[in-house]
């Protein structure tokens, strides 16, 4: 059996309703309710938040697959066609197949510039804090600080994107937002001036890559097949070829059609 995770809020339900829809004899239950399953073959979820970060524990410890929906790589969630990222059994994309480039030329938003290498300034780009406290990474911008100060003396910025609300748990385990924090957002990057992007799985890679801008980034990260993970290689980026990586990445997110439609869950299960 597959059973589908309501999101509890209104504003994300309809794409696990896509979901529902194109996974015939499927099951939608509650979070909860989900995790108390015999008979489960897969579960379909969208995010961490509210009780779906205990999905996603209990599908890995319990070596369920499961099919983890969140924002696109690329394009526009909130309104049609309504992309989203579909990954089977990770939280992201970061393994690199061989694919066609029929689905990036279709959707793939970006003009790819030429490798920048002029740069003098580090972008350093933090968790969010529900990435942080989910995979254990509060350490990882202290951590990363120190790795980069000891082996470069460029000028080191650490962009904040301005929306990052607060998380803790509730009594039922449930990942919750439990507060705003009114950091302002950092200034737009100036992107001539930048010598590499630095993060650990922010999409701005995606943006940074396509501008130019090599990338040092965790392996949990979409680019991280064309990007440097040893922090301390921060004076020799690689500048491998992208559009392979970008033609990856391009089946690996839908629309609610190609969810709706069976599309999606076809390309995920032969991968």
């Known amino acids: 059996m597959i059973y589908i995770s309501s999101t509890n809020r209104e504003l994300t339900e309809k794409y696990v309703n896509f979901a529902h829809k194109g996974l015939s004899g499927s099951v939608k239950l509650s979070p909860d309710d989900?995790?108390?399953?015999?008979?489960?073959?897969?579960v379909v979820f969208f995010g961490i938040l509210r009780g779906t970060n205990l999905v996603y524990r209990w599908a890995v410890e319990n070596k369920i697959n499961f099919y983890y929906i969140d924002r696109p790589?690329?394009?526009d969630t909130r309104k049609n066609p309504y992309y989203v990222k579909?990954?089977?059994?990770n939280h992201l994309k970061n393994w690199q197949e061989t694919r066609p480039d029929d689905r990036y030329k279709k959707f793939f938003p970006w003009?790819?510039?030429?490798w920048q290498k002029g740069g003098r300034e580090i972008v350093?780009?933090?968790?969010s804090n529900a990435i942080a406290e989910f995979f254990g990474a509060k350490d990882w911008l202290d951590n990363t600080l120190k790795i980069l100060r000891a082996n470069t003396d460029r000028p080191i910025k650490i962009r904040n994107k301005g929306y990052n609300p607060l998380v803790g748990y509730n009594d039922q385990g449930h990942l919750i937002i439990n507060g705003k924090d009114n950091t302002p957002p950092s200034q737009p990057i100036v992107w001539e001036n930048?010598?590499?992007v630095v993060t650990y799985n922010s999409n701005i890679t995606l943006e940074a890559t396509t501008r130019g801008i090599p990338c040092f980034t965790d392996p949990h990260?979409?680019?991280?097949p064309i990007s440097e993970t040893d922090f301390t290689k921060i004076e020799s980026p690689q500048y491998p070829d992208r559009e392979p990586c970008y033609h990856s990445l391009a089946y690996g997110q839908f629309t609610g059609e190609e969810m709706s439609n069976g599309y999606a869950w076809k390309v995920l299960n032969e991968s």
């Open 34 to 42: 989900v995790i108390k399953t015999k008979d489960c073959d897969g």
């Open 194 to 196: 930048v010598h590499a």
């Open 86 to 89: 579909i990954v089977k059994n």
């Open 111 to 114: 003009k790819i510039n030429p």
């Open 73 to 75: 790589y690329w394009g």
């Open 221 to 224: 990260n979409a680019c991280a």
């Open 124 to 127: 350093v780009c933090p968790p």
